[in-house]
Structure formats: structure tokens, C-alpha cells
């Protein structure tokens, strides 16, 4: 069993930059594909990227390419999203979730994920 906190939520300008942090108990976090997902009120949950054990792979979700970088520590068990250039559409409840079945793959579906944390919430005023 993993548990995941998610923290560094907030709010920010339209052009901002937040880094979200997500901390892993347990000692199998290095073994796991990690990725962060995203809800806006009234929508589904959406992808935003997702990183291989290593990290030597990564890969993101069309709205954010480009503006968003992950990247975890397995030392520190924790997983970082760094995100720049915020835009109000941006704005929604952050989640980290680890898919335990995986160390190298593009796993973009919620569905495939085992874990989940709690979310942090980011909003971007214009």
C-alpha cells in the first residue's frame, strides 16, 4: 500500500509558476510510473503527465506541453510538478496517483492508476 500527499497548491496571477510536490510513503515508490492528473468543476478528471521509474521518460497531456515539467526524486520519494505560464484554465484540484503495475509506460488513463492522493487545489486568476 502506498499513500500519497500532495501539497504546494495555491493561488497565482495568469503567467505564474506553482511546483507541486507529492510525497510517497513506503519503499516501492522507485518501482512505480508516476503521473498527475487534474478535475475542474463540472469536468472529467484529465491527464496532465506522467513519468517512468527513472524518470528518463516522461510525457504530457496536449494542454500543458510545453508549460509543465515532471519529475520525481526516489531518494526522497516525491514526485514535482513544476508548472509556469499558468493560465485561468489551468485552474481545477491537482492529483498524484501511482500505477503499481508499471515502471516503464505511458500510462495516460485514471482507470490504470492504484493509487491516488488527496488532491491540492491550484487557481489562476486572470
Known amino acids: 500500500q502506498v499513500q500519497l500527499v500532495e501539497s504546494g497548491g495555491g493561488l497565482v496571477q495568469a503567467g505564474g509558476s506553482l511546483r507541486l510536490s507529492c510525497t510517497a510513503s513506503?519503499?516501492?515508490?522507485?518501482?512505480?510510473?508516476m503521473g498527475w492528473f487534474r478535475q475542474a468543476p463540472g469536468k472529467e478528471r484529465e491527464f496532465v503527465a506522467t513519468?517512468?521509474?527513472?524518470?528518463?521518460?516522461?510525457y504530457y497531456g496536449d494542454s500543458v506541453k510545453g508549460r509543465f515539467t515532471i519529475s520525481r526524486d526516489n531518494a526522497k520519494n516525491t514526485l514535482y510538478l513544476q508548472m509556469n505560464s499558468l493560465k485561468p484554465e489551468d485552474t481545477a484540484v491537482y492529483y498524484c496517483a501511482a500505477d503499481r503495475n508499471h515502471m516503464e509506460r505511458r500510462t495516460t488513463a485514471s482507470h490504470e492508476y492504484d493509487y491516488w492522493g488527496q488532491g491540492t487545489q491550484v487557481t489562476v486568476s486572470s
Open positions: 513506503g519503499r516501492t515508490f522507485s518501482r512505480y510510473v
Open positions: 513519468i517512468s521509474w527513472n524518470g528518463g521518460s516522461t
